[in-house]
């Protein structure tokens, strides 16, 4: 279902999965973002980053050449990658080892803690700081509910801990930009993220 629809449904809003004002105030006052540049930056990088608030959890699927372009590091010949193509919790299990607080492959952490939640919470580290910040230490024996209870919330915490809202005091391009190369290391999708972030701020007017 998709997370804007479900959002509505549960607080009491009509449950279309577009996205007004009204929903918009909702989602600012229930996380308790305090400004509507704020929230804009907030919303346009979710957006983009949850495909239109579709995804929630992490697609691993990935077949050999995938895994040779996007894990590189991790599938450098085309007979390992072969292995593991199609195998999302061999694959997970794999490039999460080890890292992040996960334990070695064999311990299947990496496929347990892979990346859930609009900006994808991911690693065993992350899931317990998450925990901690709810105050839901159970999240660690059922991390599906970040994807299912907690998919804004998630990105709530991951801008809470990187300090992402002092660049959020203002909307335009360049403060998309510095919020982009936080969220997600480059400037991936950029575009689209200016065209999101500026939609919801425009809304907020």
């Excluded at 959002?7 to 989602?27: A, M, R």
């Excluded at 040779?68 to 999460?96: C, G, H, N, Q, W």
């Excluded at 892979?114 to 925990?131: I, S, V, W």
Aim: net charge positive; aromatic share 12%; with cysteine.
């Amino acid at each position: 279902m998709n997370k804007i629809k479900e959002y509505q449904k549960n607080n009491g809003l009509i449950s279309d999965g577009l996205i007004g004002k009204k929903t918009l105030l909702s989602i600012k006052e229930k996380l308790g973002i305090k400004t509507n540049e704020e929230l804009a930056h907030f919303m346009g990088q979710t957006d983009h980053e949850s495909g239109h608030f579709t995804a929630s959890t992490e697609n691993l699927n990935y077949s050999a050449s995938g895994l040779m372009t996007v894990f590189k590091k991790y599938f450098p010949t085309k007979e390992l990658a072969l292995k593991y193509e199609r195998k999302p919790e061999d694959i997970a299990s794999k490039v999460y080892a080890s890292r992040m607080g996960n334990g070695d492959e064999s311990s299947r952490e990496g496929w347990k803690y892979r990346g859930r939640g609009a900006l994808q919470l991911t690693g065993k580290n992350n899931y317990k700081l998450f925990g901690m910040f709810l105050n839901k230490p159970e999240i660690m024996d059922n991390p599906e509910t970040v994807a299912n209870d907690y998919f804004f919330e998630s990105a709530l915490f991951f801008f809470n801990r990187n300090n992402l809202w002092k660049y959020c005091t203002k909307v335009d391009e360049q403060s998309i930009k510095n919020v982009t190369l936080r969220v997600n290391g480059g400037t991936n999708g950029l575009d689209d993220r200016i065209v999101k972030t500026l939609k919801y701020y425009n809304i907020l007017k």
